[in-house]
């Protein structure tokens, strides 16, 4: 009981302060636990879907394509791209890093991919997309999902986007989607004559992890052909 006249004490002040922030960080954790569970299991599987199909807007799925995906981590673009082939091959490259993904390995992605039933048709190896192993226009579909915003620095963010260029066959199809830098990934394709690009804002997905993270990240993407 606080007689009339006394003073509050200013600790009292300081402790439900403390208790508020801690009361939202802990709401904040939790709507990000959601959101995570809910994007692994279900959004990006839609997602990855929704951008290969609409690669086959600009170019038909024949079934025989070479398909690279760039920073491939446990296998989402890599087997959508291998559910679409028949006698074609999806090759997905990684500098296999633990602290990008965890459980990032290549025994964990060639798991997944058999557990789709695509395992004869994916060709996981060591790679990084700085400097791609590959000949010039040697892939018909591109793909890299959530991994340029790693890249440090913008000059080799830049070398990344220049390499995927380089082996991407004439009327190949690059899906690109990340969750920053987006705008600037576009303008670079427009200056290397992509002149079909659909640009792609997220939605839901975009809108809930814009919102989640203060609007740091905002999963955009890009489907272009020259």
Excluded at 7 to 17: E, F, H, L, N, Q
Excluded at 41 to 69: F, I, S, Y
Excluded at 145 to 172: Q, S
């Amino acid at each position: 009981m606080i007689l009339e006249g006394a003073t509050r004490s200013p600790w009292s002040s300081i402790a439900r302060g403390v208790a508020a922030v801690g009361a939202v960080g802990a709401l904040y954790g939790l709507g990000m636990s959601c959101y995570m569970t809910w994007s692994s299991k279900v959004g990006k599987r839609r997602t990855r879907d929704r951008l290969l199909d609409l690669a086959a807007q600009m170019r038909p799925w024949r079934g025989d394509e070479t398909v690279l995906d760039v920073g491939c981590g446990r296998g989402l673009m890599l087997i959508g791209a291998a559910q679409r082939l028949t006698t074609g091959t999806a090759v997905g490259i990684d500098l296999w890093r633990e602290t990008d993904q965890s459980g990032n390995t290549p025994i964990a992605t060639k798991r997944n991919a058999q557990i789709e039933g695509v395992d004869d048709r994916v060709t996981i190896e060591h790679g990084d997309a700085r400097a791609l192993k590959f000949g010039d226009a040697c892939m018909d579909v591109v793909t890299s999902h959530w991994v340029i915003h790693n890249i440090e620095l913008e000059a080799d963010r830049t070398k990344a986007l220049e390499e995927m260029v380089r082996v991407l066959r004439p009327d190949g199809v690059l899906v690109l989607a990340d969750i920053a830098q987006v705008g600037a990934y576009e303008a670079f394709l427009h200056s290397r004559g992509f002149r079909q690009l659909r640009f792609i804002s997220g939605g839901f997905e975009s809108r809930v992890m814009g919102a989640l993270s203060g609007g740091t990240f905002r999963p955009q993407a890009i489907v272009a052909r020259r």
